[in-house]
């Protein structure tokens, strides 16, 4: 059995406590023993990616200890592995630093890569657009990027493929940004909202009911817009679909 | 001076520890048969008119045609009949921007962009192949190569005082990216290819 | 001219570019075309991830033996008869130029296209001088014409509609008012720079590579105009920034490979010119430049910025650039390498440009030297914001929010008064002062986190 500690990032915890817990009830159904460690509060990407990655020491020292003794951290977002990933330091403990990059994945590739889930016994009979995030595909390679020559993978699309009566589909610009961007969302607010309109608009030419990802903060934004224009069009992560 | 001095010393200090030159891969060569079908398809795409001939009979009978019929025309090419004195790397351009048409050879082409190396050795001036109106490059097909790797390995670009690859006609998409052929230069490029 | 007063934050120009949607719209679409080009011809050679590859070891080798190599491509240039320059900054490039000018008592100049050029605001000062310096790639003509910088390093005019073209046309070269089919406007343009070419004393054009082992530079366009110049006028200076440098000839056939493809999706420019001796009765110079490129050198995480083969290929991609256009990067250089290289030459000017991406990889993945470009502009912001560029208010919310994610009781107290402040008074977050709500709305406010749900739930 694997020993799974979630790492639900912050806002996610906040606003959208459901994700978190479709991702916690798929884990143990898969047959993983899931811990949430209840001190954790989120992993700093805010602040470095708006160059402050100086600031983030004491919130990478109370993620590091959240997680040090973790055989997997696994997290329903991306963005927020891949700052874990790339950027998780602690000088009180590098090593268990070290042990946590190297341990953190996102929800998606832990399903394929670790648990190699082959088959789900789910049914989700609706139209749903992808919506593929940067951080996860560019960051973490959970799919083929179309800019590169290289043969074509989807590890979310590969677990949707299971889910009976999903209607995939992806929008014309199969990979370009939603323009959320972290606080890019507000300081470049005018470019944000516009690049988050295109991408809704090429998803609406394929009558979707739902846009889904893997990332909660691109949902998010998507979301604001989509509820802004009173679209009929729903947001759902994939952790709820595979849960459904 | 001093700058020259100040730059190369700020370089020496701040570059970083020597990295090894990687080595060339070898790049095969292509089938010819390929090599010419690739290389007529690429012409073509890019606004290139290929002709393909068994000798020089028809070019020259281009020639004569063109010049019987008032158009300026420079052959450089010695297959083809004398060729033009009147031309010489003093000629102003005000004279050369009278040209119509010119003869050109081409030392070698490439199959993934069509392109054909010119150089001093075969024109009379530089300005020639930009500054006439319409162009006329003959390459041999056993010339041919498959890419730019090949290229290089087979000629010298250094060996004159000045070459150039000549990939189709002049051409612009400055304006709303429509593509419009007759930028600056030759508004048209022929190619013949003599097997 | 083309000299920026003061430069305006690139997300208040970019606000103000897409307050026209459709101009935004059309914007986007035309460079996501030049985009899908190049995806289409980089898809059909197996060996593109490769040749990436190799041309950015060419340029990390070049780069680390740098100095050798200039001197070796000195050394070889002079033997062919060609003078060499160095200048250490933007004012002595054009001084450079002036004192050749002036020499040869030159009153008219034709020039290709040359970023460094533009970098160096050699236009304004030549013509401060009274000098007529002519742009001759016609995308350059366009935008001199109207008295702007380039918007595009590959595609000068890209943020013009042929209407403006044919405003401008009709202006400066009276063709016929209204008559916008680009094939005319380019002819008119053909007539008029066919003039130039021929008047012309002195050409300049920039280099696009220049090879240590031979003294020799190559220059690429499509045109034909750097040609144009360069053999018509008696005298032809090249001006290159050092970074500049391939080591040998043969390495030319992997960058050659490479630019065009990424740029336009062309498999080559048309015209592929490699200039080794002037011709006879012909003056050939070489302006080396650094203008901070040592510097840039010396920062480790910069370093291979200098790598860059100017093909835009990061312009066209990204998502922000497309519907922010190039002016709004306030710089010669504008795009995701504009952001990288021009903090470099100066910060105060340029903090905001960091900050204009989302960090989305694009860049870093069409980039046919393999720049690491989104990895740079990440580490630019915490240079900037370690340097003192950050806005005080920015630094101070910041501050907060380190203090609140550094303490899981602080921050289980905010996110509950945050998620009730946000339940039961939308009008008091929901405002205009609010950038988030602005065009979107805030998510709606559960009423437990999952914190709570877990704790609640774990056992049962």
Redesign the interface.
Same mark, same amino acid.
């Given at each position: 059995m694997k020993k799974v500690s979630l790492f639900?990032p912050?806002?996610?915890?906040?606003?959208?406590?459901?994700i978190?817990?479709a991702t916690?009830e798929l884990l143990q159904k898969l047959g993983c023993e899931v811990d949430?460690p209840? #001190?954790?509060?989120?992993c $700093?990407q805010?602040? =470095? #990616?708006?160059?402050?990655? $100086?600031?983030?020491s =004491?919130?990478n020292?109370?993620f590091t200890e959240n997680f040090k003794d973790a055989d997997y951290v696994v997290c329903p977002s991306g963005s927020c592995a891949l700052h874990i990933k790339e950027h998780l330091h602690d000088d009180a403990n590098p090593a268990a630093a070290e042990r946590i990059r190297n341990r953190v994945y996102e929800l998606t590739e832990f399903l394929t890569d670790i648990l190699k889930v082959k088959q789900l016994n789910v049914s989700f009979p609706h139209k749903v657009g992808m919506h593929i995030s940067?951080?996860g595909q560019?960051?973490l390679h959970l799919s083929s990027?179309?800019?590169?020559?290289?043969p074509e993978f989807s590890k979310p699309e590969q677990l949707l493929n299971m889910v009976k009566g999903l209607e995939l589909s992806y929008p014309k610009?199969k990979?370009?940004?939603c323009?959320?961007?972290?606080t890019?969302?507000?300081?470049?607010?005018?470019?944000?909202?516009?690049?988050?309109k295109?991408r809704l608009t090429e998803h609406e030419e394929n009558n979707i009911e739902y846009i889904t990802g893997g990332d909660v903060s691109c949902l998010?934004?998507l979301?604001?817009?989509l509820?802004?224009q009173k679209s009929p069009v729903k947001i759902i992560h994939i952790a709820e679909i595979l849960n459904s | 001076?001093s700058?020259?001095e100040?730059?190369?010393k700020?370089?020496?200090?701040?570059?970083?520890?020597?990295?090894?030159?990687?080595a060339?891969?070898v790049?095969p060569d292509s089938d010819q048969t390929s090599v010419l079908e690739q290389f007529i398809q690429?012409a073509e795409l890019?606004g290139s008119k290929v002709i393909q001939l068994k000798d020089w009979q028809e070019i020259i009978l281009e020639f004569e045609n063109a010049k019987a019929n008032g158009k300026f025309v420079v052959n450089t090419i010695s297959e083809i009949g004398t060729p033009d004195v009147s031309i010489d790397?003093?000629s102003s351009?005000?004279d050369l921007?009278k040209i119509d048409l010119s003869f050109v050879r081409g030392q070698l082409g490439?199959a993934?962009?069509?392109?054909i190396w010119v150089?001093?050795s075969n024109l009379p001036?530089?300005?020639l192949p930009?500054?006439c109106q319409h162009l006329v490059l003959v390459v041999e097909a056993k010339t041919l190569v498959a890419?730019?790797?090949q290229?290089?390995?087979k000629i010298?670009?250094?060996k004159?005082?000045?070459?150039?690859?000549?990939?189709?006609?002049?051409?612009?998409?400055?304006?709303?990216?429509?593509l419009?052929i007759?930028?600056?230069?030759?508004r048209s490029l022929v190619i013949y290819i003599l097997s | 001219m083309e000299k920026f007063l003061k430069p305006v934050e690139?997300?208040v120009a970019?606000?103000k570019f897409?307050s026209d949607?459709a101009r935004?719209n059309w914007h986007?679409e035309?460079l996501?075309?030049?985009r899908a080009k190049r995806?289409k011809i980089?898809?059909k050679?197996?060996?593109?991830?490769?040749l990436r590859e190799?041309g950015s070891?060419?340029k990390?080798?070049a780069?680390?033996?740098?100095?050798t190599y200039?001197?070796a491509f000195e050394k070889n240039a002079q033997a062919?008869g060609v003078k060499v320059h160095?200048?250490?900054d933007a004012k002595?490039h054009n001084e450079i130029i002036l004192e050749i000018a002036r020499k040869n008592n030159v009153k008219k100049i034709v020039k290709s296209k040359s970023m460094l050029t533009e970098e160096c605001h050699l236009n304004p000062f030549l013509i401060s001088k009274g000098i007529e310096v002519v742009d001759?790639?016609?995308?350059e003509r366009?935008v001199q014409f109207r008295n702007e910088p380039p918007s595009h390093i590959v595609?000068?005019?890209?943020h013009?509609?042929?209407q403006d073209?044919s405003d401008t046309f009709h202006e400066h070269l009276h063709t016929e008012k209204g008559n916008n089919d680009?094939?005319y406007?380019?002819?008119a343009?053909?007539q008029h720079?066919?003039n130039k070419?021929?008047e012309a004393d002195l050409s300049i054009t920039g280099v696009n590579f220049a090879?240590a082992e031979?003294g020799?530079f190559v220059v690429c366009t499509?045109?034909?105009?750097a040609?144009?110049g360069a053999?018509?006028a008696k005298i032809h200076i090249a001006c290159m920034g050092?970074e500049k440098i391939i080591?040998k000839?043969?390495?030319?056939?992997?960058f050659?490979?490479l630019l065009t493809r990424s740029a336009?999706g062309?498999?080559?420019?048309?015209?592929?010119?490699?200039?080794?001796?002037?011709?006879?009765?012909q003056e050939m110079h070489i302006v080396?430049v650094?203008n901070g490129r040592?510097?840039q050198?010396?920062r480790?995480d910069f370093?291979n910025s200098l790598k860059c083969i100017r093909c835009a290929a990061c312009f066209n991609?990204c998502?922000?650039y497309r519907?922010?256009g190039g002016h709004s990067y306030h710089n010669a250089t504008a795009g995701p390498i504009g952001s990288i290289l021009n903090p470099n030459i100066n910060m105060r000017e340029n903090a905001d440009l960091?900050?204009?991406?989302?960090?989305?990889?694009?860049c870093?993945?069409?980039c046919p030297v393999k720049i690491n470009i989104h990895e740079q502009l990440?580490k630019w912001?915490?240079v900037?914001?370690?340097e003192g560029y950050?806005s005080s208010g920015?630094?101070a919310g910041?501050?907060g929010?380190?203090f609140?994610?550094?303490?899981?009781k602080v921050?289980r107290f905010a996110?509950k008064a945050?998620?009730w402040i946000i339940r039961m008074f939308p009008g008091l977050v929901n405002n205009t002062l609010?950038?988030?709500y602005?065009?979107?709305?805030?998510?709606?406010?559960?009423k437990?986190?999952?914190?709570?749900?877990?704790?609640k739930n774990?056992k049962a």
């Open positions: 639900i912050c806002y996610v915890d906040q606003f959208y406590p459901n978190a817990v916690y949430y209840l #001190n954790q509060t989120c $700093g805010p602040l =470095a #990616n708006s160059g402050f990655n $100086g600031m983030t =004491a919130c020292k109370n940067c951080h560019r960051g990027m179309t800019e590169l020559v290289s610009r990979d370009e940004c323009g959320f961007g972290g890019f969302c507000v300081f470049e607010e005018a470019v944000s909202v516009k690049m988050g295109d998010m934004h979301e604001g817009i509820r802004r | 001076m700058s020259r100040d730059i190369l700020a370089i020496s200090q701040n570059k970083p520890a020597l990295v090894e030159s990687p060339m891969p790049y690429t890019i790397e003093m351009s005000v921007e490439v993934e962009n069509s392109a150089d001093d001036n530089r300005l930009f500054i890419t730019m790797h290229a290089y390995e010298n670009t250094f004159t005082g000045w070459g150039a690859f000549i990939a189709g006609p002049s051409k612009t998409a400055d304006i709303e990216q429509s419009v007759g930028a600056h230069g030759a | 690139h997300a970019a606000e897409i949607e935004t986007d035309t996501w075309f030049v995806d980089v898809h050679l197996p060996e593109w991830e490769s190799l070891q060419i990390n080798h780069l680390s033996n740098l100095d200039l001197l062919n160095w200048a250490a002595e001759t790639d016609l995308g366009i595609l000068p005019a890209i013009l509609k042929k073209v680009p094939q406007l380019t002819e343009a053909r720079l066919r070419f021929i090879v031979t020799g499509n045109e034909g105009n040609d144009m053999h018509a050092f080591p000839a043969e390495h030319l056939s992997v050659l490979r336009t062309q498999p080559i420019t048309t015209y592929s010119s490699h200039f080794h001796r002037p011709r006879k009765g080396i650094d040592s510097k050198l010396g480790e370093r991609t998502p922000v519907r922010s960091p900050f204009a991406s989302t960090l989305c990889g694009s870093t993945n069409v990440w912001r915490q900037l914001t370690e950050a920015k630094t910041m501050k929010m380190a609140v994610l550094s303490y899981p921050f996110g945050g998620r609010n950038p988030w602005k065009q979107r709305e805030m998510p709606v406010a559960p437990h986190s999952f914190r709570d749900w877990y704790i774990k």
